[in-house]
T-cell receptor
């Protein structure tokens, strides 16, 4: 079966660091994605991990451990504009690798407070 | 810049109406997707297409159909709209490891 779990809500303070966790169970795995979605807008791509380890991109970093079925998104130097939903998604290889079908978690709503 | 556009941002239809949601991408992507997004349920895949005239069912295809006559255009069709199809509909297209989403269509079925 497929299952992706992430916390429903988190709160953090401006300037701080926050870590959003994601655990997954899928029948096939070919990469994990993080998306940011502001209220009323479409998701936008943040990061992609297919190998174990940490990928850093400015204030945002994403970590993957395939053996543990675990990823996290790390946001540093939080800004008010980082208040958004953060979606974890796993690329599912069921049916072959020709398509990039993603399975999404329900998202983590992050509120950044002054 | 990759651009994915959807025909409407907001749409209100009546139960039983036939509804067409259009999605167009301008980057010659082969793979296109239709999702719906509901509170507490996240993004769920309705249908996807990996080439012209090719389509595959996603996780929740019931009540929907799709059409891909041209590479740049992927249409979602609600043959007879029902109130439980009130939702945000998101189209996406893919290049390599990234899905690009359209702005979404918020559909209300009365």
């Amino acid at each position: 079966g497929q299952n992706i779990d992430q916390p429903t809500e988190m709160t953090a303070t401006e300037g701080a660091i926050v870590q959003i966790n994601c655990t997954y169970q899928t029948s096939g795995f070919n990469g994990l994605f993080w998306y940011q979605q502001h209220a009323g807008e479409a998701p936008t791509f943040l990061s992609y991990n297919v190998l174990d380890g940490l990928e850093e991109k400015g204030r945002f970093s994403s970590f993957l451990s395939r053996s543990k079925g675990y990823s996290y998104l790390l946001l540093k130097e939080l800004q008010m504009k980082d208040s958004a939903s953060y979606l974890c998604a796993v690329r599912d290889t069921r049916g072959g690798g020709a398509t990039n079908k993603l399975i999404f978690g329900t998202g983590t709503l992050l509120a950044v407070q002054p | 810049d990759v651009k994915v556009t959807q025909s409407s941002r907001y749409l209100v239809k009546r139960t039983g109406e036939k509804v067409f949601l259009e999605c167009v991408q301008d980057m010659d992507h082969e793979n296109m997707f239709w999702y719906r997004q509901d509170p507490g349920l996240g993004l769920r895949l309705i249908y996807f297409s990996y080439d012209v005239k090719m389509k595959e069912k996603g996780d929740i295809p019931e009540g929907y159909s799709v059409s891909r006559e041209k590479k740049e255009r992927f249409s979602l069709i609600l043959e007879s709209a029902s109130t439980n199809q009130t939702s945000m509909y998101l189209c996406a297209s893919t290049i390599r490891n990234e899905q690009f989403f359209g702005p979404g269509t918020r559909l209300t079925v009365l």
